[in-house]
Structures are given as structure tokens and as C-alpha cells.
């Protein structure tokens, strides 16, 4: 069955980074635009990046913009998502969305930023 799950979450000291990933099975992950969106308490989910199904584009919300990238590895079905000098305002939970006729979500990963 379709599974995309993420990991590397975790509690991050205010300019910290992290590394998120997402393994995917189920389908053709290079088949696939991928997405990293998040969803803060009380807030709308938000997209944060995406990337496209050879790499050959990305896209990112400017309230990330030169601080998170966005990579893929179509060999080992898995995205990723690098977050540098994180602020306390990216606290939240980071789910991973694959994208193509059909529209699958991971589970989420919990960041928290807070000293």
C-alpha cells in the first residue's frame, strides 16, 4: 500500500537545523511532484516547498527562502527537506505530500524551536 513516512523531527534550539525526510512506497515516486507542508497550532497548513519530479525545479514560501532546501533521491524514493537558522515561528508539525493523479500525505513529524 501507498505509505509516505516522515522523520528527523525533533526539539532544535533557535538557529538550529535539522533534516527532514520522507521515505515513500506504494507508487512511483518519481512519477511524482513532492511537497513539504506544515501546520502550526491554530493555524492553516501552509506549503512550504516543493520540488519537481526530476529535481530540475523547486520552489520555496518566502517566509523560508534561503534558510530550507528541498532535495530528492528518485533511487532511494525519499525527499528531504534541510532546515537551517530555524526561528521559533516553524514550530510545527511538517507533513510530506506526494503529487501526481493522486494526492497522498505522510503521517507528520513534529519541529519544535524553542530554547
Known amino acids: 500500500q501507498v505509505q509516505l513516512v516522515e522523520s528527523g523531527g525533533g526539539l532544535v534550539q533557535p538557529g538550529g537545523s535539522l533534516r527532514l525526510s520522507c521515505a515513500a512506497s506504494g507508487f512511483t515516486f518519481s512519477s511524482y511532484v513532492m511537497r513539504w507542508y506544515r501546520q502550526a497550532p491554530g493555524k492553516e497548513r501552509e506549503l512550504v516547498a516543493y520540488i519537481s519530479k526530476t529535481a530540475g525545479s523547486t520552489h520555496y514560501a518566502d517566509s523560508v527562502k534561503g534558510r530550507f532546501t528541498i532535495s530528492r533521491d528518485n533511487a532511494k524514493n525519499t525527499v528531504y527537506l534541510q532546515m537551517n537558522s530555524l526561528k521559533a515561528e516553524d514550530t510545527a508539525v511538517y507533513y510530506c505530500?506526494?503529487?501526481?493523479?493522486?494526492?497522498?500525505w505522510g503521517q507528520g513529524t513534529q519541529v519544535t524551536v524553542s530554547s
Open positions: 505530500n506526494a503529487v501526481s493523479r493522486q494526492n497522498y
